[in-house]
């Protein structure tokens, strides 16, 4: 084992059992804590990923901002969406004290040098797709984010607390908006169930690759940053969305979903994984015009950052 001194003079190898013994006791890293590189890197790729998904998760909801069918529906949706806004300002503020550079990290994005999630390269054809993305989107999000109030890095711990008490609400809007849809003629039950038979699949590509594909989560297991395995929290999310369903009048598009006694738990259908692989590589229906978005409002923005430093710089001088 390497037995380097970090500054604090201690040998790495007694710092890293002092890690293994936090991580063990189920007890939080904290950000001025020692710990191993490969865990600070997993959680910068881990945390940028879910701030990057947050931010471009505004563009498919934000595209009806405009044609809301009325004042509410309106509100209600610009609330979610900026909500959407600060989950990605948390999560780049607990990027930033493992020692990332946010604006690094907006680099990457837009470079396509970092990924963002797969779901929010699927476009918004009807207002369905609002109250699909709620109840299917967010509830998945949910289903995937409350064990990481658990996880071992306490400000993504502690964000996600925040960030799931407002997904909760985004879902119970989405779901209160497909029952309203459904209450009302058929065509908009039509629209209700064709919207949920374009997103069902995607949002089980959400989890990520099945578990024997993904590089990442046995290590990530030990360490304690993920609490599940990406089938184990896809299992639960088909198992909770099925009554759902039930109770809204729709069908998800999968013939081999049915309840296992055995397992206790449904059967489902395999997604499309080489489906799942050409959207990660952004060849997905709106990879190009999400970055592109992204990239203009971040340029379209740099006045804003240039006078808030300049503005920041005044007040500095004239308080020295
Ligand atoms: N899309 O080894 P694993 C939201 C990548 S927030 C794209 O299994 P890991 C709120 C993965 O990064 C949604 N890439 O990886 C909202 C890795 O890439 P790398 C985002 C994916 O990290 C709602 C490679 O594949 N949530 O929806 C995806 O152990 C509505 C191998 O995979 C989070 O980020 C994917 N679906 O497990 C906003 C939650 N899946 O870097 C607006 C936190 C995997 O090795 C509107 N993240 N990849 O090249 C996690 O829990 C984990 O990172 C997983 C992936 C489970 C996503």
């Not at 990057?52 to 069918?69: C, D, F, K, V, Y």
């Not at 024997?212 to 969305?241: A, C």
């Not at 979903?257 to 395999?270: I, M, P, Q, T, V």
Request: charged share 25%; glycine share 6%.
């Amino acid at each position: 084992m390497n037995t380097s001194h970090d500054i604090s003079g201690a040998p790495e190898e007694a710092l890293l059992q002092e890690f293994d013994h936090t991580i063990d006791a189920g007890q939080r890293v904290e950000p001025r804590d020692w710990m191993p590189d490969g865990y600070r890197k997993t959680l910068i790729r881990q945390i940028a990923q879910h701030a990057h998904s947050e931010i471009i998760g505004m563009q498919p909801e934000g595209n009806w901002l405009t044609r809301a069918p009325s004042l509410r529906r309106k509100a209600i949706l610009m609330a979610k969406v900026q909500d959407e806004a600060g989950h990605g300002l948390y999560l780049y503020s607990a990027a930033e004290t493992l020692g990332a550079d946010r604006s690094d990290l907006t680099e990457k994005l837009i470079e396509g040098k970092q990924k963002y999630s797969s779901i929010f390269n699927y476009p918004t054809l009807t207002y369905a797709d609002v109250g699909t993305i709620g109840w299917l989107v967010d509830g998945a999000a949910i289903c995937n984010q409350v064990p990481l109030c658990r996880s071992s890095f306490g400000p993504y711990a502690r964000a996600m607390i925040r960030v799931c008490k407002e997904e909760s609400f985004h879902q119970r809007q989405g779901f209160e908006l497909l029952t309203k849809m459904m209450r009302g003629t058929d065509e908009q039950r039509a629209m209700v169930q064709e919207s949920v038979n374009r997103w069902w699949w995607p949002a089980l590509m959400m989890f990520g690759p099945p578990d024997d594909e993904s590089p990442n989560t046995e290590q990530s297991m030990k360490w304690g940053i993920k609490r599940h395995t990406n089938d184990e929290l896809r299992q639960r999310f088909v198992d909770m969305s099925i009554p759902q369903a039930k109770a809204l009048g729709v069908t998800f598009p999968d013939p081999d979903l049915k309840w296992n006694a055995n397992r206790k738990s449904h059967d489902f259908g395999e997604p499309d994984w080489s489906e799942f692989l050409a959207v990660v590589k952004g060849n997905g229906t709106s990879n190009i015009e999400r970055i592109a978005n992204r990239r203009a409002a971040h340029e379209d923005g740099a006045w804003v950052r240039e006078a808030a430093m300049a503005f920041a710089a005044r007040d500095k001088k004239a308080a020295s």
